[in-house]
């Protein structure tokens, strides 16, 4: 594991003062410009990096041209005085206390100085005078200092006075007497003090000294302190000194084991632990609060993070207004900040190191006051659930109750929280009691909404082994037992584990037969039927759409959802389409995931039939209606829809981006639809002409979900399946891959309905390949199609595309482009276009179209496409320049330009020459060429050395994600 090396100052950049070196930039034109003297007077606390400020300023100014006097000097980082010595946060000395004597004559010096170096500089010459710390100049100095300006008024110098003030935001004595000395008779003007630094800022800064981007638990602990960078240049020391910090793949984050950092994710309401540096430095900021603020904040930590100011306001025994006070301080010091109506702490960590700092034994009490306080609120018994969650014990039936009815209420809103307070509720309960039961559904319920879908399969199970076990006279109520069961359903399900959810289901069938079957298991076994091929799944939808009790829209909008995929199936797409806008329109949010739930299928429907803008509104209106449970399955859910729309739009780099944060296994990971963002992923990589890594995520496809037709996926699987044939084998391997049957084969109309672009395609390879009558055969199902939805404008583009391909009409394929809003079918066209065009000898017609179908294939990124076209022109001698400019090493694997990289792909995979040319549209000669420029940068020379040093640099173990 790599160590963490500290920098004290290694590129001396100044971080949060972006601005106010843009500022000082344009003085220093201006004193060019004008001739005369500007006066900027910079104030920032102690360790605010104004030294650092100033020592940037003598930088630039000397690449201006500029002359620089002052203490601060321009050059290499080891030449300036701050660079020396790491800036450690020392008390403020300020003038006129008896410990400043010593700094006294230092200012004086200074200001000496200055006035014998300038008149040493001809009168002409572009100066910068560069004064720090003036905060400890006595008034007399300080006067001489302003007259010595005013003399010099008229010489183009840049002065900045620099002072140190414990308020940075109010102008200290000193600059207050330097601006009424000055102003109006010389152009001065004050520069505020430096704010606390943007979280971009921070991550430089920590970027600065420890060469690893912070992650995200680690960044929170730096803007707890994050006053002045001195602050968290010290914390970020102290923590490697400790070991408390390390890097892993550049990432830098709390040691795992170290003090604090490391969250029980059952654990109710309550911050992760806090490491003992930081810790230190937030508890010397609270000494330095008063009694009555520090009390305020200690009784806010124990209500949690964000309370209202009224609960606040009870727990004191005081009135609103009594908290002015302290609630001003708190915030001015940067403990509290504001949500909205609410209260919060400004992070995490200050809560924790607050809340740590009440005695145990006391803050029990008030967990205990608090509840008591909460509950005499309308909306305060889920956040008393919370209060005593801290303070209860077995067998205290008020306090249980009110957390088994906080629970419940919180699935909802906040799942992470609902199943921590659930399983708290569980272990205060024996096992197999009713109610515990109850919980374990509660937290099954939580753990599956908030994404810990292992988590709530396990406890679901454990919980029923632990009741079936039970005697019978002992044994919990079968109608609980079977809610349980029908929630660990849904978990499964998601999961991926199909068979395992539809046996679940049919359990807690069978385990209710003759009563009232619950709707969450009736869902779930429609779903699993449906995934993995049972006939009966439509059937069982028809019948529940049928009855006329229409109060249970879970399960009705869940039969709606597998109607319309059933009519999808059989190429009813505007009934399909129209049946799901039904079924989202009846809006129906339940506590629990909705497995079956229109808006995934609807958005998958119309990016299908290029109805983007739809789409796009179906989409946001889902992740509105999810915005409150981030990092759960509906994050992943989003990630998995957004995927297919980007690609859809022809832009790649956004949909490998969004489908490998659908894949990443975070907590908001759904295993369900892992196969789309897989399949994403795989159209990228044939797109962006890398048939190995295509297939590569298509074998790990394989292993997610059922592989049965009737999957969702396995049409678009199939499709791709073929076209990575053709990349390989050619037209005819792609047909021979799209005419395998099963025992229940994927129909050329569910293929066809996959992309608009796809039926010619088809065509396209059948005519390549000798095959008419496969063409014709493919003409008659998209033109069937077109018939049956003649509301759907995207499958006329697509029949009129097919058939003019197939009759060889340039003027309808002229139409079909115009017809066509998918902008993948649109380029394709124009190339089809330009074949035809070339067939008739019109070469300028064919170059036409070719340049327009480049330019749409170079702006996706789709470079197997735009290589195949510009291979083409340069076979019509047009060449068209395509390389781009980029900084690279000079030797080893990043040194090799796109095109030697997929060259010595191709090669190492045990391509000859001619099959890697034929594969990047280019000749074996050109191939040649690449190779010997790869060999001299590899440092080798033969294929065999190429291979082996390919394989050594991917025989690392690594994610087809990563």
Not at 297 to 306: F, K, M, Q, T, Y
Not at 367 to 388: M, N
Not at 492 to 507: F, H, I, K, M, S
Not at 790 to 795: I, K
Request: with cysteine.
């Amino acid at each position: 594991m790599p160590s963490v090396q500290f920098h004290a100052h290694p590129l001396r950049k100044v971080r949060g003062w972006e601005e106010h070196l843009e500022q000082i930039s344009t003085d220093l034109h201006r004193v060019v410009v004008e001739r005369r003297c500007r006066v900027l007077i910079v104030q920032a606390a102690p360790g605010g990096g104004k030294t650092l400020l100033l020592a940037e300023v003598a930088e630039i100014a000397d690449g201006m041209g500029f002359t620089t006097i002052g203490d601060v000097l321009a050059g290499p980082p080891d030449v300036a005085p701050e660079m020396r010595q790491f800036p450690a946060a020392t008390p403020l000395q300020v003038a006129g206390s008896d410990t400043d004597r010593v700094y006294r004559p230092r200012a004086t010096s200074q200001v000496e100085a200055t006035g014998m170096r300038l008149r040493q500089v001809a009168e002409d010459v572009p100066t910068v005078v560069t004064l720090d710390d003036l905060h400890l100049a006595d008034f007399p100095t300080l006067t001489a200092l302003c007259d010595q300006i005013l003399a010099l008024k008229g010489r183009p110098v840049l002065w900045l006075l620099a002072f140190t003030s414990l308020i940075s935001s109010e102008p200290s004595e000193q600059v207050l007497m330097c601006v009424s000395r000055l102003r109006g008779r010389v152009a001065v003007e004050p520069i505020r003090g430096l704010s606390p630094l943007s979280t971009r800022a921070l991550e430089q800064l920590v970027a600065d000294h420890t060469g690893s981007v912070p992650d995200s638990t680690l960044l929170a602990m730096v803007e707890s302190i994050n006053d002045t960078p001195s602050a968290v240049i010290e914390l970020l020391r102290g923590l490697m000194e400790d070991g408390a910090i390390r890097t892993v793949e550049g990432t830098l984050g709390l040691t795992p084991g170290g003090s604090g950092g490391s969250r029980d994710a059952n654990a109710v309401h309550l911050p992760a632990p806090v490491p003992r540096r930081l810790s230190s430095m937030i508890e010397e900021n609270l000494l330095q609060l008063s009694e009555s603020t520090v009390k305020s904040l200690r009784l806010a930590a124990v209500l949690g993070s964000p309370f209202a100011p009224e609960e606040l306001s009870a727990m004191l025994g005081e009135s609103p207004a009594g908290l002015l006070t302290a609630v001003h301080e708190a915030m001015e010091r940067r403990m509290l900040v504001c949500r909205g109506p609410k209260l919060a702490f400004r992070t995490d960590p200050i809560w924790r190191v607050v809340l740590d700092s009440v005695p145990p034994p006391v803050r029990a009490l008030l967990h205990r006051q608090a509840a008591e306080v909460l509950l005499q609120r309308p909306d305060g018994a889920e956040r008393a659930a919370l209060q005593l969650a801290h303070v209860a014990e077995p067998g205290n039936a008020r306090d249980i109750e009110i957390i088994v009815a906080g629970a419940r209420r919180l699935v909802a809103t906040d799942p992470t929280t609902a199943a921590s307070l659930a399983i708290r509720g569980m272990e205060l309960l024996a096992p197999g009691q009713d109610q515990r039961v109850r919980l374990a559904n509660t937290a099954a319920k939580a753990l599956t909404k908030s994404g810990r879908l292992d988590e709530a399969v396990t406890l679901a199970r454990d919980e029923i082994d632990v009741a079936l076990s039970m005697a019978p006279a002992s044994v919990p109520p079968a109608r609980d037992i079977a809610a349980l069961q029908a929630s660990m359903s849904t978990a499964l399900l998601l999961r991926g584990d199909v068979p395992a959810a539809r046996q679940a289901t049919d359990d807690v069938l069978a385990r209710q037969a003759g009563g009232l079957p619950r709707a969450e298991a009736v869902v779930t076994h429609l779903a699993a039927s449906y995934l993995i091929g049972d006939g009966t799944a439509v059937e069982q939808a028809r019948k529940i759409l049928s009855r006329p009790n229409r109060r249970d829209l879970a399960m009705r909008v869940s039969a709606m959802t597998v109607r319309a995929l059933d009519q999808w199936r059989d190429g009813r797409v505007a009934d399909a389409v129209g049946t799901l806008r039904e079924a989202v329109a009846l809006n129906y949010v339940g506590d629990t995931v909705q497995v079956l739930d229109p808006c995934w299928f609807l958005t998958f429907a119309l990016i299908r039939i290029d109805e983007y803008g739809e789409a796009e509104g179906v989409f946001r209106g889902f992740a509105h209606t999810a915005a409150s449970t981030a990092n759960t399955p509906a994050t992943a859910v989003q990630a998995a829809l957004r995927a297919p729309l980007h690609l859809a739009q022809g832009q790649l780099n956004d949909a490998e981006t969004v489908a490998r944060a659908a894949l990443r296994q975070d907590g908001a990971y759904m295993p369900i639809f892992a196969p789309q963002a897989l399949l994403v992923l795989a159209h990228v990589a044939l797109r962006r002409g890398n048939p190995a890594l295509a297939a590569t995520h298509l074998t790990a496809l394989e292993g997610e979900g059922p592989q049965h037709s009737s999957s969702p996926w396995q049409a678009e699987y199939l499709l791709l399946q073929a076209q990575l044939a053709e990349v390989n084998d050619g037209p005819a391997a792609a047909l021979e891959v799209l005419t395998e049957t099963g025992a229940q084969p994927i129909t050329p109309r569910e293929i066809v309905l996959e992309d608009p672009a796809v039926a010619a395609w088809w065509v396209r390879c059948a005519l390549t390949a000798g095959q008419p009558h496969t063409a014709g055969a493919i003409v008659d199902t998209i033109d069937h199609l077109s018939r049956l939805n003649p509301e759907t404008p995207a499958l006329l583009a697509a029949a009129t595309h097919a058939r003019a391909l197939a009759e060889a009409d340039t003027d309808a394929l002229a139409e079909a482009g115009r017809l066509h809003r998918n902008p993948w079918a649109q380029a394709a066209t124009a190339e089809d276009r330009a074949r035809l065009f070339l067939f008739q000898g019109n070469h300028e017609s064919a170059v036409v179209e070719l340049d327009r179908a480049m330019n749409a294939y170079v702006r996706f990124g789709a470079e197997r496409e735009a290589a195949r076209v510009r291979a083409q022109l340069r076979g019509l001698g047009v060449w068209r320049r395509h390389w781009k400019h980029a900084k690279r090493p000079e030797s080893g694997w990043e040194s090799l330009t796109e095109t030697e990289r997929k060259v010595a792909e191709l090669v190492a995979g045990g391509l000859t020459n001619q099959q890697a040319a034929n594969r990047l549209f280019i000749s074996p000669h050109t191939v040649g060429f690449h190779l010997r420029q790869i060999y001299r940068k590899l440092g080798i020379r033969s294929r065999s050395a190429l291979i082996r040093t390919d394989a050594s640099r991917v025989s690392q173990p690594r994610s087809i994600i990563a």
